[in-house]
């Protein structure tokens, strides 16, 4: 009696690894500096425009980012085989558009404070905290996702 194996293969397409590498940098890269701008607010309060651009830059990658997960789907094939982290997956998914929405609204609050004083400044670097915690929490919650897929997609501990 000969056994029938099935096997899932996740494919990427070697440009595309390229591209969200890329992209990761460049967000990682965008993050970095905002986040070393919002630990000096006296400093942050006199390159506070050039503050608000970047946000308005941040949402720029995001949607950039957001866009190459969904339209490539890049870890769809691993959930091929792994069905039962669809929902996880899902709610990943929808967190997008309100990742998009914090950062752009984070963005607008800034933008209508053209020289805000200590008060208005703090807000805005709270706001943008809040964002990045849950910018974090998503991500590791994506990398995650994508490991587990893949380990039980390649059958490790078996």
Do not use: W
Not at 18 to 29: F, N, S, T
Not at 60 to 68: G, K, P, R, T
Not at 101 to 127: F, G, Q, T, W, Y
């Amino acid at each position: 009696m000969s056994e029938k194996h099935t096997s899932s293969k996740v494919g990427v397409n070697a440009a595309f690894l390229m591209e969200i590498k890329d992209d990761h940098h460049q967000l990682r890269q965008m993050l970095i500096h905002l986040r070393c701008q919002v630990e000096n607010p006296n400093i942050l309060g006199h390159h506070y425009q050039a503050f608000v651009d970047e946000l308005y830059g941040l949402c720029d990658q995001l949607a950039f980012h957001f866009a190459l997960e969904e339209a490539y789907g890049y870890f769809d094939d691993a959930l091929e085989s792994t069905p039962h982290l669809h929902e996880q997956s899902s709610r990943l998914r929808n967190q997008h558009s309100q990742l998009f929405v914090a950062a752009r609204d984070l963005a607008d609050h800034a933008a209508k404070r053209r020289k805000p004083n200590s008060i208005e400044l703090m807000h805005i670097v709270s706001e943008f905290r809040r964002f990045d915690i849950a910018l974090k929490a998503h991500e590791s919650a994506e990398q995650e996702l994508i490991m587990a897929a893949l380990t039980q997609d390649v059958g490790v501990g078996d």
